[in-house]
């Protein structure tokens, strides 16, 4: 029994571990796709034929609607990304969540045992 909640505590530590890089990669992928979106908000007020992209360390200059079109890709492309992390993310909490409790009823089961035998 004392056997199998430390295999479950070291199993919730684990998923704990994971749900907070799970965390951060949203995190970080929902500040690219707010950045994106801005940028998508000004190349659709300009009238500008051409604009300045950054590839690497340079800027260079291309035609508008491509690059509108390239950041358009990469948003569909983080949204999806998002989703199947927020999908990944609440799937750790209810596993937590369950594990959680097994490692508690555990516990009171142990304690309950504990005094039968005394």
């Known amino acids: 029994m004392v056997d199998e909640r ?3 505590a070291r199993e919730f530590e684990r998923d704990r571990s994971q749900l907070f890089t799970v965390s951060a990669q949203k995190q970080q992928l929902q ?3 707010s950045s ?3 940028a ?3 190349l659709s007020k300009t009238k500008e034929k051409k604009v300045y992209k950054a590839v ?3 800027l260079i200059q291309a035609e508008t609607g491509k690059v509108k ?3 358009e890709d990469k948003l569909e492309s983080i949204e999806l990304r998002i989703k199947t992390l927020q999908k990944q993310e609440d799937s750790l909490v209810n596993k937590l969540n369950k594990l959680k409790s097994d490692i508690e009823s ?3 089961a142990d304690a309950a045992e ?3 035998k005394k």
Do not use: D, P, R
Request: hydrophobic fraction near 25%; aromatic fraction near 0%.
């Open 36 to 38: 994106l979106k801005q």
């Open 106 to 108: 555990g516990q009171t």
């Open 56 to 58: 690497g360390n340079i």
């Open 40 to 42: 998508l908000e000004e």
């Open 69 to 71: 079109k390239e950041l």
């Open 6 to 8: 430390q295999a479950k």
């Open 31 to 33: 500040l690219q796709n």
């Open 114 to 116: 504990k005094k039968e």
